[in-house]
């Protein structure tokens, strides 16, 4: 991948996790202390945090990799140069 595409990848990451971060513990005081009517609202918002989770462990597991995968290709390049 692109150097440009990882940084913004980095970059998406780090901001995704800031509501994530915001969302999934809100969703537990929500639902274990809110009113009726309250509960009710965010019950059809609830996919927002599992789909914010969803995207922080794909970017995550990605991030996580990319020295192994960049590793990988310059061996694959320095072995071709010596042929």
Known sequence: MTKWLSKWL???????????????????????V????????????????????LIMALSGAYLFLLPYIVKGQRKKRSLAKEE
């Open 34 to 53: 809110g009113n009726q009517n309250l509960v009710e609202t965010w019950e059809k918002l609830d996919k927002i945090p599992s789909l914010l989770m």
């Open 10 to 32: 980095r970059k998406f990451h780090r901001w995704i996790a800031i509501p994530t971060a915001i969302a999934i513990p809100l969703a537990v005081i929500i639902k274990l």
